[in-house]
T-cell receptor, first 111, second 112 residues
Framework: DAGITQSPRYKITETGRQVTLMCHQT?????MFWYRQDLGHGLRLIYY???????DKGEVPDGYVVSRSKTENFPLTLESATRSQTSVYFC??????????FGPGTRLTVL | QKEVEQDPGPLSVPEGAIVSLNCTYS??????FMWYRQYSRKGPELLMY????GNKEDGRFTAQVDKSSKYISLFIRDSQPSDSATYLC????????????FGPGTSLSVIP
């Protein structure tokens, strides 16, 4: 399917476990982003990537790791999940412009 | 003070009403202003994009920017139940993706 997809859509995990959220886009967009969305905070940028093998921190990077070995994939890993990382996670992609295209989101619960 | 502020609502209006959604911001460097619409359990999608001050119209939607007051608005005319969603304002100082700041969103319900 064309577009941007995220998996899993829902995930429940326990404190201390490693979790990887996947993001895949078919547009060959150079830029990709990970956001978390929490009530009252809106969308906050975790990490972004300008191209394969180029990543940089956003506003709230602590506790997260990203990689981008291929243009179309941008996985986000929580190395040791904490309850404060319970959130809805959105992946987005764009060409170099402000218009970002968002995936459907992953709802993560950390018990 | 947050960089971008937005009344979270919820806002409930009857079908056919004119809706006004607003954001204020503190960073005078912002030049690019966007409105995203987010349906429940979906990702945000870009609705309107404006540069600098002025108005932009697209069908039933009008975006207004008043840089002197650091205030942006989205008007929805003849609102429909399908407009029920959360509306996020977003803004940036640059043309690139960098430092796009999102507001927390306003939840809108249009009642038939």
């Amino acid at each position: 399917d064309a577009g941007i997809t995220q998996s899993p859509r829902y995930k429940i995990t326990e404190t201390g476990r490693q979790v990887t959220l996947m993001c895949h886009q078919t547009w060959s967009h150079s830029y990709m982003f990970w956001y978390r969305q929490d009530l009252g905070h809106g969308l906050r940028l975790i990490y972004y990537s300008a191209a394969a093998d180029i990543t940089d921190k956003g506003e709230v990077p602590d506790g997260y790791v990203v990689s981008r070995s291929k243009t179309e994939n941008f996985p986000l890993t929580l190395e040791s999940a904490t309850r404060s990382q319970t959130s809805v996670y959105f992946c987005a992609s764009s060409v170099p412009s402000n218009e970002q295209f968002f995936g459907p989101g992953t709802r993560l619960t950390v018990l | 003070q947050k960089e971008v502020e937005q009344d979270p609502g919820p806002l409930s209006v009857p079908e056919g009403a004119i809706v006004s959604l607003n954001c204020t911001y503190s960073n005078s460097a912002f030049q690019y202003f966007m409105w995203y619409r987010q349906y429940s359990r979906k990702g945000p999608e870009l609705l309107m994009y404006t540069y600098s001050s002025g108005n932009k119209e697209d069908g039933r939607f009008t975006a207004q920017v008043d840089k002197s007051s650091k205030y942006i608005s989205l008007f929805i005319r003849d609102s429909q139940p399908s407009d029920s969603a959360t509306y996020l304002c977003a803004m940036s100082a640059e043309t690139s993706y960098d430092k796009v700041i999102f507001g927390p969103g306003t939840s809108l319900s249009v009642i038939p």
